[in-house]
């Protein structure tokens, strides 16, 4: 059975760095085809994706935020690390993390954790 | 950069009836790389269909993809009260995934 859950402070103050963490059960990121997303949901808008990090290590960003997204993995630890630089009220949302699966379901996002919701404020 | 364009924002309909949601993008994707996600308040996002029109596992057979190049639709041939929902579609490759921006199906 496959579970993801996130992880990180639930107040950060603007300008500040965040880090959120994705840990998960019941796959490996190592397994071909296996890939780890992040995708955020400001409140009451619409889902946007932000990273996306393959069992290769290949590492892949939304191209407005990615000057700002690091995303990490710690296979021994079955952990997914998004980091957030600079973070402005506007990045206030419920961040999610999800399962993809090239080999399965063609590459769509088939689990996904809870969400965990970050405000950033003063 | 793929835009998907969903519509109508919201859908009112009685439960029993058919709903038609559609998702334009404004170039053509490859059926492969077309989902669709359920949500309900409070809740992640649940994959619905996957390549356009495979449904993904424990999905009843209400639920229904179809659609290629810019035009994709989802139908849910009879709505059960739990179907009443947010409703995304997004296109993925293997370097960007793109969301619409959503259909609310209410109930009338």
């Known amino acids: 059975q496959i579970t993801l859950k996130e992880s990180g402070p639930t107040l950060v103050k603007p300008t500040q760095t965040l880090t959120l963490t994705c840990t998960f059960s019941g796959f490996s990121l190592s397994t071909s085809g296996v890939g780890v997303g992040w995708i955020r949901q400001p409140p009451g808008k619409a889902l946007e994706w932000l990273a996306l990090l393959y069992w290769d290590d290949d590492e892949r960003y939304s191209p407005s935020l990615k000057s700002r997204l690091t995303i990490t993995k710690d296979t021994s630890k079955n952990q997914v690390v998004l980091t957030m630089t600079n973070v402005d009220p506007e990045d206030t949302a419920t961040y999610y993390c999800?399962?993809?699966?090239?080999?399965?379901?063609?590459?769509?996002?088939?689990?996904w954790g809870q969400g965990t919701l970050v405000t950033i404020s003063s | 950069e793929i835009v998907l364009t969903q519509s109508p924002g919201t859908l009112s309909l009685s439960p029993g009836e058919r709903a038609t949601l559609s998702c334009r993008a404004s170039?053509?994707?490859?059926?492969?790389?077309l989902a669709w996600y359920q949500q309900k308040p409070g809740q992640a996002p649940r994959l619905l269909i996957y390549a356009a029109s495979s449904r993904a596992t424990g999905i009843p057979d209400r639920f229904s993809g179809s659609g290629s190049g810019t035009d994709f639709t989802l139908t849910i041939s009879r709505l059960e009260p739990e179907d009443f929902a947010v409703y995304y579609c997004q296109h993925f490759s293997t370097s960007r995934q793109t969301f619409g921006q959503g259909t609310k199906v209410e109930i009338k």
């Open positions: 999800a399962h993809r699966s090239i080999t399965v379901v063609r590459g769509a996002f088939d689990f």
């Open positions: 170039q053509n994707v490859a059926t492969t790389y």
